[in-house]
């Protein structure tokens, strides 16, 4: 097993450490913001923050974005535990890119920054509030720019064509060219 190379570096068997990382700093940065909004402000009382552009307003959310399906914690918790799964499955059989894996990381941070509310307390501590926007939580940015991120690479990025684990890159795998490009390509 090779050692941890930095942030983006490579470890724990050729992976990149990016992706737990940053779900890891997700979920503690998100929790910790929980527990200090529970603890300090009283439910429902807005208190500014930046006068007349955000406010900090303790909500407690059982549902979704607008509360939809307000109660119906079985919805929310499937669905994080299926997106941590599959971030999960895609980080042990895949090799994302830096930008992959921490738009992934953001998704499995938001995620289970959410779940964990959920599961503990039966609700989801929210308390950034914008006035025009429903009041929102770290978690919840963080499933939103890992999601946006991975449109962004899906609709914009460079698509090479992946390699097997353990695959030099620039060839030597089966029909390489001379040039050592996949079938002689330049």
């Known amino acids: 097993m090779r050692a941890v190379q930095g942030v983006g570096g490579v470890g724990l068997r050729g992976r990149s450490v990016l992706l ?18 529970r603890a300090r402000l009283p439910l429902g009382e807005p208190v500014p923050l930046v006068p007349g552009v955000l406010w900090l307003t303790h909500v ?39 930008f992959q894996a921490l738009a992934l990381g953001l998704v499995a941070g938001g995620a289970a920054g959410n779940l964990a509310d959920r599961v503990l307390f039966g609700r989801v501590t929210d308390y950034l509030d914008v ?15 890992g999601i946006s991120g991975l449109v962004a690479w899906l609709l914009f990025g460079q698509h090479a064509p992946t390699r097997p684990a353990g695959t030099p890159p620039g060839g030597g795998g089966e029909g390489a060219g001379a040039e050592g490009s996949p079938r002689g390509e330049t």
């Open 60 to 98: 407690d959310n059982t549902g979704g974005a607008f509360s939809i399906l307000a109660g119906r914690q079985w919805v929310f918790m499937t669905a994080a535990a299926g997106a941590i799964v599959a971030v999960a499955v895609f980080w042990a059989l895949g090799r994302p890119g830096r």
């Open 131 to 145: 006035r025009w926007w429903p009041v929102f939580n770290v978690a919840d940015m963080a499933l939103v720019g």
């Open 20 to 37: 737990p990382l940053t779900a890891f700093a997700v979920v503690v940065l998100d929790q910790l913001v929980k527990v200090a909004v």
